[in-house]
Nanobody, 120 residues
Framework: QVHMVESGGGLVQAGGSLRLSCAAS????????MGWYRQAPGKQRELVAT???????NYADAVGGRFTISRDNAKNTVYLQMDSLKPEDTSVYYC??????????????WGQGTQVTVSS
């Protein structure tokens, strides 16, 4: 069993910053890609950013240049530094990990979600 625990959401004014963290724990061999998605009310869940185990990153156009994803492989933790926040960034943010649970088995795990609210 793998657990993903998020922290760091909250309320911030436009132009402010927040840092999200998500730690994976449990029994597994390794973690491949990790990332962050978000879902606003009435909208589909969308990609925010991903990072491979080697540190290669990918960002949605809407957050490029403002958000930075990083990870600490020793701590099985992924971070999302969010700067220059805008009201349209308001969403529930979910972390994600592709976890190798056995030699030939990779499974997707999700965090419980953390609310980020940006006031104008």
């Amino acid at each position: 069993q793998v657990h993903m625990v998020e922290s760091g959401g909250g309320l911030v004014q436009a132009g402010g910053s927040l840092r999200l963290s998500c730690a994976a724990s449990g029994s597994f061999l390794s973690i491949n890609a990790m990332g962050w998605y978000r879902q606003a009310p009435g909208k589909q869940r969308e990609l925010v950013a991903t990072i491979t185990s080697r540190g290669i990153t990918n960002y949605a156009d809407a957050v490029g240049g403002r958000f930075t994803i990083s990870r600490d492989n020793a701590k099985n933790t992924v971070y999302l530094q969010m700067d220059s926040l805008k009201p349209e960034d308001t969403s529930v943010y979910y972390c994600y990990a592709a976890v190798r649970v056995a030699l030939l088995a990779i499974r997707d795990y999700w965090g419980q979600g953390t609310q980020v609210t940006v006031s104008s």
